[in-house]
């Protein structure tokens, strides 16, 4: 059974940093890809960045690149997420999800394409 945990969610004011990890159980991945997702209250899940296991490549939604960095620790099977200058309009549930197989560079954005989703973890920036 696949699962993945996120974790290092909390409450920070604004221009502060924050460290997400997505620790994957139950399935190596190596030949998908694994990223993040957001929801903030009354708002649809929105992507955020993904890490692509095919080439290693990166991709950020243009509201946090720059601010948002996606890496990975294959020996832990561990997904990061470095959040820093983070706003108030950063404050969301944040998930991560992993999908089974390749995903194209057009298709990153849609939560459809991935497979598998964490239980969320709460990001909250004060002004």
């Known amino acids: 059974q696949v699962q993945l945990v996120e974790s290092g969610g909390g409450l920070v004011q604004a221009g502060g940093s924050l460290r997400l990890s997505c620790a994957a159980s139950?399935?190596?991945?190596?030949?998908?890809?694994m990223g993040w997702f957001r929801q903030a209250p009354g708002k649809e899940r929105e992507f955020v960045a993904v890490?692509?296991?095919?080439?290693?490549?990166?991709y950020y939604a243009d509201s946090v690149k720059g601010r948002f960095t996606i890496s990975r620790d294959n020996a832990k099977n561990t997904v990061y997420l470095q959040m820093n200058s983070l706003a108030p309009e950063d404050t969301a549930v944040y998930y991560c999800?992993?999908?089974?197989?390749?995903?194209?560079?057009?298709?990153?954005?849609?939560?459809?394409?991935?497979?598998?989703w964490g239980q969320g973890t709460q990001v909250t920036v004060s002004s």
């Open positions: 139950g399935r190596t991945f190596t030949n998908g890809v």
């Open positions: 890490f692509s296991y095919s080439g290693g490549r990166t």
């Open positions: 999800a992993a999908s089974k197989g390749v995903v194209g560079m057009g298709y990153y954005t849609p939560p459809s394409s991935y497979d598998y």
